[in-house]
Nanobody, 115 residues
Framework: QEQLVESGGGLVQPGGSLRLSCAPS????????MGWYRQAPGKQRELVAT???????NYADSVKGRFTISRDNAKNSVYLQMNSLKPEDTAIYYC?????????WGQGTQVTVSS
């Protein structure tokens, strides 16, 4: 079964930057939307950013101006550049790829923003 492989999480100080990456472990076809979600302890999973095949992007208000989502269609990869990180950005970050058949989720990568 197809899996999504995420990387790039870690511990960073407030104001710092991280770049998350996500790609399928094998071939994936007919991708419609790629995105990032996050879940903080005790909270529901929430949308962070999405990007369509046509490169239309959507961001949560809390990350606008600080995070940038991008994709590499040749590699079926999606990235999240996170700048000016805040302690409230601490969460497990999940990538999601939607194809015409189904949704795929990554295993999650921990991002911790702390001094």
């Amino acid at each position: 079964q197809e899996q999504l492989v995420e990387s790039g999480g870690g511990l960073v100080q407030p104001g710092g930057s991280l770049r998350l990456s996500c790609a399928p472990s094998g071939s994936m076809f007919n991708i419609i939307v790629m995105g990032w979600y996050r879940q903080a302890p005790g909270k529901q999973r929430e949308l962070v950013a999405t990007i369509t095949r046509g490169d239309s992007t959507n961001y949560a208000d809390s990350v606008k101006g600080r995070f940038t989502i991008s994709r590499d269609n040749a590699k079926n990869s999606v990235y999240l550049q996170m700048n000016s990180l805040k302690p409230e950005d601490t969460a497990i970050y999940y990538c999601k790829i939607t194809t015409i058949r189904r949704d795929y989720w990554g295993q999650g990568t921990q991002v911790t923003v702390s001094s």
